[in-house]
C-alpha cells in the first residue's frame, strides 16, 4: 500500500499564454502531507518498516518531518521529531497533530540532528530529508504517473535544496524511457547549493541561507545530485526570493493553490531566461507543495517585495 496518493497533472491555461509553451503543472502540493516528500519518504518507511524498524526518526521541523509523522501514522509505528528551538508553533503542532512525539532540542539544526542520533537504537530508522536512495526511488514514482498521464514532456523543472527530488525526478525520467528528457533545477538565491555545485566541479558547501525559502535550505547538495549532472542533461536555475514570491501569487490567482516559496521557484524559473526553455515546447512543472505558508505570511512577503 503506497503512502502517497496519485497526483492529477493539469495544463495551465494562464502559465501557457504568458509563456507561449505549453505549460503542465504536476499537482504535489496535493499530497496529503502538503508536499511530494511523501513519496520518498513513504517509500522508505515502509521498505525500513519491512526490515524490522519498530520506530521512525527525524530532525527536520520541515516538510521532511511532517511527511514522516504522516508515514508513521498510516503505518501505524511511533515517530520522533527532534527539532530546534527556532522552529515555529505551528509546524510543531502539525507534527504532532499527526501523532508523533516532537522533542525541542538545541538552537540550530546540527544541535537536534546530533540529539535524533543519539537517540537511535538498534530497532529505529533514520529518515534522512533527502540523501537516501530509497526516497529517490519514491519520488520518481511521480514520474512514473506523468507517463501514464500524457504525453513525453520537452523540458521537466523542479526545485532543488538538498537533491532528493531531482534525484527521484531523474530516476522517474530514465525508468520511463524518458531519458532524454532535459530538467531545469531551480533554486533561490541564498540556497543555491546545486549552482556553487555546478560552478565548482563538486558540490560546496555554501557559507549560510539567505532566503526565505527555507525549504531548499540545505547548505550542500548531495553527491548523487551532482553525480547526475555527469549523466543526464541537467540545468542550473537561479532565481530571486521576489520572483519566487511573485510565482506563488500567481500560482494562487491562477490556480488557488497556495504554495511555499521553495515551491514557487520552479514556477519562476518558467519565467527566466534559460537556454533549456528556450528549446523546448512543452513542460511540466513539479508543484512540489509545502505547508511551510499561510495566506498571511504570503502576503506578508507579497509587500515585503512589493510586488
Ligand atoms: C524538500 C522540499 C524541496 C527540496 O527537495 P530536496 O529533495 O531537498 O531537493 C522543495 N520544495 C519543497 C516544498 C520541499 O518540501
Redesign the pocket.
Known amino acids: 500500500m503506497a503512502i502517497h496518493i496519485e497526483t492529477p497533472v493539469i495544463a495551465s491555461r494562464a502559465l501557457s499564454l504568458r509563456t507561449g509553451k505549453q505549460v503542465r503543472l504536476k499537482l504535489e502540493a496535493l499530497q496529503p502531507s502538503g508536499?511530494?516528500?511523501t513519496r520518498?519518504i513513504g517509500h522508505a518507511c515502509e521498505v525500513y518498516q519491512s526490515r524490522g524498524a519498530k520506530r521512525f526518526i527525524s530532525s527536520s521541523g520541515?516538510?521532511?518531518g511532517y511527511a514522516v509523522a504522516y508515514a508513521g501514522r498510516m503505518l501505524a509505528t511511533p515517530v520522533t521529531v527532534v527539532v530546534p528551538a527556532t522552529t515555529s508553533q505551528r509546524a510543531q503542532q502539525l507534527i504532532r497533530s499527526e501523532g508523533a512525539e516532537v522533542i525541542v532540542h538545541g538552537e540550530s539544526w546540527m544541535e537536534a540532528n546530533a540529539k535524533a542520533q543519539q537517540l537511535m537504537t538498534a530497532t529505529d530508522a533514520f529518515l534522512h530529508?533527502?540523501d537516501d536512495p530509497l526516497?529517490w526511488t519514491g519520488?520518481a514514482s511521480m514520474i512514473d504517473e506523468l507517463a501514464r498521464q500524457g504525453e513525453r514532456p520537452d523540458l521537466v523543472i523542479c526545485?532543488?535544496?538538498?537533491?532528493?527530488?531531482?534525484?527521484?525526478v531523474v530516476e522517474g525520467l530514465q525508468r520511463n524511457g524518458w531519458g532524454s528528457v532535459p530538467v531545469i533545477a531551480a533554486e533561490t538565491a541564498g540556497t543555491e547549493s546545486f549552482a556553487k555545485a555546478v560552478e565548482n566541479g563538486a558540490p560546496t558547501l555554501l557559507p549560510g541561507i539567505s532566503s526565505i525559502a527555507t525549504?531548499?535550505g540545505?547548505r550542500q547538495?548531495c553527491d548523487r545530485?551532482f553525480a547526475l549532472t555527469q549523466e543526464h542533461h541537467i540545468e542550473s536555475v537561479v532565481v530571486s526570493d521576489a520572483a519566487a514570491v511573485a510565482a506563488c501569487e500567481e500560482i494562487l490567482l491562477e490556480h488557488r493553490m497556495l504554495?511555499?516559496p521553495?515551491?514557487g521557484a520552479s514556477v519562476a524559473a518558467l519565467h527566466s531566461a534559460s537556454p533549456l526553455l528556450e528549446q523546448a515546447r512543452s513542460v511540466v512543472v513539479i508543484l512540489?507543495?509545502?505547508v511551510?505558508i499561510t495566506a498571511g505570511q504570503l502576503a506578508q512577503w507579497s509587500a515585503d517585495f512589493g510586488s
Do not use: I, R, T
Open positions: 508536499s511530494f516528500k520518498g520541515g516538510n521532511a530529508p533527502f526516497l519520488h526545485s532543488v535544496g538538498g537533491g532528493g527530488l531531482l534525484c527521484g525549504s531548499l540545505a547538495v545530485a504554495v511555499e521553495a515551491c512540489c507543495g509545502g511551510g
